[in-house]
């Protein structure tokens, strides 16, 4: 087997989003003292395990937030369902890495160098920092990520020389335990093991010694594998309230990064999501975004909520979000050529769609369909775009119709449009329906042409008091 450890050593601080993590200094508390810091409140002097009273008198600048330990949690199983992506058994190693068994999946992503940069870039993309590890047992895959010992290991036989060099912190043994080994200069897994075990299991418990031979091998390690809910409901809290919408599209590229890697483990897509942003005092803001086809494209999801936080106005600061897509729909794989040829590509018309459904709303964008029934005005409807019509058009028919007959001067016979005389090219097309509904229509249409080459659809009345009448342009 082989086994990849992710390890993340700032998940207090990474579960929020900051937007200005990477400028500004930030840390996260756990009660008095400084749990974890970034980079730039690093370079100011602040440490992990310092008073944070010590730490804001060092920068005055200094945000700081509480720990939230279930966020933490959350944001961990989110995670584990983010990397069901690259295998089935993901399993979570409380309280801040994942263990994923990735041998059946070596040959489908190329082998385990490709598998670790997509995991790297696709992580950093989402602001999280973590420390990867892969080794031949899942105990030893975990202690060197701990250790940050950022190392391949694929066979057993290497296994025994890098756990020996692994620092005794690495094991994780209580404050006590890790005083006497360093008191008789035990400081690496080589030390230890050069003692005898029971003098070790006496002073350190047996359970310092299990976890050498977990990591080697020697016992067994049973693991239980995560198994993710069958709908995606993810939520991500802030470090500051934010105002603007455009700081909150970093917070829901995240989760929609999140919501890609859960779909693509289900092989499956979304045609519809819910987006909601959360208040102090007002009620939750939710959004509905749906698609024209199903998706888990998650830089055209990102694209659609960008579109619709453009025309949103925020009446009260987003403290957190969350994103809910119930209906997870199979995708069917798509059947490529072996040679391209772009005049078989489809086209690009369903996010074209979706775009202007997100900036206009849904029902701003329709499609056109026919309808069985003579009567032009009553022959087509809206319906969703896309969808196919069974009912074939009669004649020449413009696309659009005007809402009401305009009607034309009559003179000499002839109908006049604008003032100038119409040239009939086509017709009469008789139209006589709608008796059984008390709205019966009795036409003669006619496709007409205006000196300057507009082509009209017009029709002469057959009831009194008769008339000429505009009822549509073509195009």
């Given amino acids: 087997m082989l086994w990849i450890a992710l390890d993340f050593p700032r998940l207090p601080l990474d579960t929020f989003a900051l937007p200005s993590a990477h400028t500004e200094p930030w840390v996260i508390a756990d009660g008095l003292d400084v749990l974890v810091c970034n980079e730039q409140a690093r370079s100011l002097g602040v440490r992990e395990g310092m008073r944070l009273s010590a730490a804001c008198a060092l920068s005055p600048q200094l945000n700081y937030r509480l720990r939230d330990a279930a966020a933490e949690t959350a944001t961990l199983t989110t995670l584990a369902a983010w990397a069901g992506q690259f295998t089935p058994n993901v399993s979570l190693e409380a309280p801040r890495a994942l263990l994923l068994d990735i041998e059946g999946s070596l040959r489908f992503f190329g082998g385990i160098r490709p598998i670790l940069e997509r995991l790297k870039r696709e992580l950093g993309g989402m ?132 919501l890609a890697g859960f779909l693509a483990a289900r092989n499956g897509g979304i045609q519809r999501f819910t987006l909601t942003l959360l208040h102090e005092r007002s009620a939750a803001t939710r959004l509905d975004i749906g698609l024209v086809a199903p998706t888990r494209d998650a830089a055209h999801l990102t694209l659609l909520v960008r579109e619709r936080f453009a025309a949103l106005t925020l009446d009260e600061p987003v403290h957190a979000l969350r994103i809910e897509a119930g209906d997870i729909l199979m995708l069917a794989e798509e059947n490529r050529e072996l040679f391209a040829n772009p005049a078989s590509a489809q086209g690009e018309w369903q996010k074209l769609v979706e775009r202007l459904r997100a900036r206009l709303g849904t029902e701003a964008v329709q499609g056109v369909t026919a309808h069985a029934e003579h009567r032009p005005e009553r022959a087509s409807g809206a319906s969703e775009p896309g969808s196919a019509s069974t009912v074939q058009a009669r004649g020449p028919r413009p696309l659009w119709l005007l809402s009401q007959p305009q009607p034309l001067h009559e003179i000499a016979a002839r109908p006049h449009y604008r003032e100038t005389a119409l040239a009939l090219l086509a017709g009469p097309e008789r139209i006589e329906s709608g008796w059984w509904d008390d709205d019966d229509v ?26 000429w009448f505009l009822h549509g342009v073509f195009s």
Wanted: aromatic share 6%; with cysteine; proline share 6%.
């Fill in 442 to 467: 009795k036409r003669d249409y006619f496709v007409a042409q205006t000196p300057d080459y507009a082509t009209l659809w017009i029709y002469r009345e057959r009831r009194a008091p008769g008339g």
């Fill in 127 to 258: 602001g999280y920092a973590a420390t990867m590890a892969c080794a031949p047992t899942a105990t030893a895959a975990l202690l060197l990520a701990r250790a940050r010992m950022q190392k391949i290991v694929n066979c057993k036989r290497a296994l025994e020389a890098v756990v020996a060099g692994l620092p005794l912190a690495a094991l994780d043994c209580d404050a006590r335990t890790a005083q006497t080994l360093q008191a008789i200069g035990a400081k690496s897994v080589a030390d230890l093991t050069a003692l005898p075990r029971d003098g070790i299991a006496r002073r350190g418990g047996q359970l310092l010694l299990d976890t050498v031979d977990r990591a080697l091998g020697r016992l067994p390690a049973p693991r239980h594998f995560y198994v993710p809910p069958a709908q995606f409901d993810a939520k991500l809290e802030l470090a500051a309230p934010v105002s603007h919408t455009e700081a909150l599209l970093f917070a829901a590229n995240r989760l929609l990064a999140q």
